[in-house]
């Protein structure tokens, strides 16, 4: 299966000749640190918080009781999710592609295990993945406790707190070094539902120049869900794996994160068979003049 060494030989071998970074790598950094900042201050801007350590719970900047800050997160709660089924069933799962930060914390471990593979370097990369384990954890920590606590709490309240965030980080590190993009193929209950909201959609990976194809296989080494990117037209259906069903489509279960694209552009030498975005019409072919007869 591709997820693992073969994957990174082929993503970073590629890359490593080609010299600088794709553009799909910087979209994605872009979006996701913007997109974890916006959630991030939510919750240190005063916008919504519910703490359950002073009982002080926020909404738009005043406090208000339990019940209400339960009420004000359940509405942009449902709003969002209406947002992404429709996002999912008309565009695919770009969120999974370009802004999951599980995702990037799997392809930054990726990165690191790659480039920083040998030597004293290889634990300086575990420390830089779990820093950012740790700051992603303090994000979701944010949203249900004051940062006070660990200065004015009882040593109980001190204890819960720490329990907690340690617990968080220690799941994120143990989730992205143990499993790392495995989890996003076979186990991550977002990736599920999103599969199954949009088993069609209105983009896809698509084979628009086979004949530059090269069949070298760099496109199916690089996915990280184990499909054939060449093929997604076909919209086969791949057996259950982990907490996905059976029968999901290919289509529902592409992440649009364009590896396979990367992937295909740095190893043709002409114009890239591969292509991601929106899916093309098939182009008609002329009609042919029917003969008069005489």
């Given at each position: ?54 009982g002080?719970?926020l909404?738009?900047g ?14 942009p709660?449902?709003?969002?999710n ?107 209950p977002?990736?599920?539902?999103f ?8 983009t ?7 004949e ?24 086969g ?58």
């Amino acid at each position: 299966m591709p997820v693992g060494v073969t994957r990174l030989k082929t993503l970073y071998g590629l890359a490593k000749k080609r010299g600088s970074v794709h553009r799909y790598t910087w979209i994605r950094w872009a979006v996701g640190i913007a997109f974890t900042a916006g959630v991030a201050l939510l919750p240190l801007t005063g916008v919504l918080r519910i703490d359950l350590w002073s009982g002080e719970h926020l909404w738009l900047g005043e406090e208000v009781g339990l019940i209400e800050a339960i009420k004000a997160f359940a509405f942009p709660f449902l709003a969002i999710n209406i947002a992404i089924i429709v996002a999912s069933r008309f565009i695919g799962r770009y969120l999974c592609g370009f802004v999951c930060p599980i995702g990037a914390l799997n392809r930054l471990d990726e990165w690191f295990a790659w480039r920083w593979r040998k030597g004293r370097r290889r634990w300086l990369a575990h420390a830089i993945v779990f820093v950012a384990c740790a700051l992603l954890a303090a994000v979701a920590f944010s949203f249900w406790s004051d940062w006070r606590v660990f200065a004015k709490g009882s040593p109980a309240a001190v204890t819960v707190a720490g329990v907690g965030l340690g617990g968080t980080t220690l799941v994120l590190f143990g989730t992205v070094r143990g499993l790392g993009m495995r989890f996003c193929r076979d186990y991550c209950p977002s990736g599920v539902y999103f599969a199954v909201l949009g088993p069609t959609s209105m983009t896809t990976v698509e084979f628009a120049h086979p004949e530059e194809c090269t069949d070298c296989g760099a496109c199916e080494k690089s996915c990280p869900v184990d499909l054939t990117p060449r093929e997604l037209a076909e919209e086969g259906e791949r057996p259950g794996m982990g907490f996905y069903p059976a029968n999901l489509s290919d289509y529902a279960l592409c992440l649009r994160c364009g590896d396979c694209v990367a992937a295909c552009e740095d190893s043709t030498p002409g114009p890239t068979p591969l292509r991601l975005g929106f899916k093309r019409a098939p182009a008609e072919e002329p009609a042919k003049s029917e003969g008069v007869e005489r």
